[in-house]
Nanobody, 121 residues
Framework: QVQLVESGGGSVQAGGSLTLACAFS?????MAWFRQTPGMEREGVAA???????TYADSVKGRFTISKDNAKNTLYLQMNSLKPEDTAMYYC??????????????????WGQGTQVTVSS
C-alpha cells in the first residue's frame, strides 16, 4: 500500500518560484506530478522512475525540476519562472512498477489529495 501526501502549494506572482513536496510511504518505482484545472483532464507535468528516467511536459521544460529523495521518502517539484497558465491543482502519483508512458494518468494507481498552485499576473 502506498500513501502520498502533498504540500507546498500556494499563491505566487508570475516569475516566482514554489517547491512542491510529496511525502510517500511504500514501494514507489515510478512517481509523477500531474495538474488539473476545472473542466480539463489531468495533465502530466513531470515524472521519474528508478531506471532511472525523467521526463517533462514541453510546457514546463527548463522551468520545473522533479527530484526524488529516497532517504527522506519525498518527491519534489521545483517550479521556477511560474506563469499564470501554471495555475492548477497539482497531484502526486505513484505506481510500484515500470510504466511505458510516464505521463499518462490512467496507469497510476496511487494519488495524493492535491495541492493548489495559483500564479497571478
Amino acid at each position: 500500500q502506498v500513501q502520498l501526501v502533498e504540500s507546498g502549494g500556494g499563491s505566487v506572482q508570475a516569475g516566482g518560484s514554489l517547491t512542491l513536496a510529496c511525502a510517500f510511504s511504500g514501494h514507489t518505482f515510478t512517481m509523477a506530478w500531474f495538474r488539473q484545472t476545472p473542466g480539463m483532464e489531468r495533465e502530466g507535468v513531470a515524472a521519474t522512475d528508478s531506471m532511472p528516467r525523467t521526463t517533462y511536459a514541453d510546457s514546463v521544460k527548463g522551468r520545473f525540476t522533479i527530484s526524488k529523495d529516497n532517504a527522506k521518502n519525498t518527491l519534489y517539484l521545483q517550479m521556477n519562472s511560474l506563469k499564470p497558465e501554471d495555475t492548477a491543482m497539482y497531484y502526486c502519483a505513484a505506481v510500484p512498477w515500470v510504466l511505458s508512458d510516464l505521463m499518462r494518468a490512467q496507469p497510476y494507481t496511487y494519488w495524493g489529495q492535491g495541492t493548489q498552485v495559483t500564479v497571478s499576473s
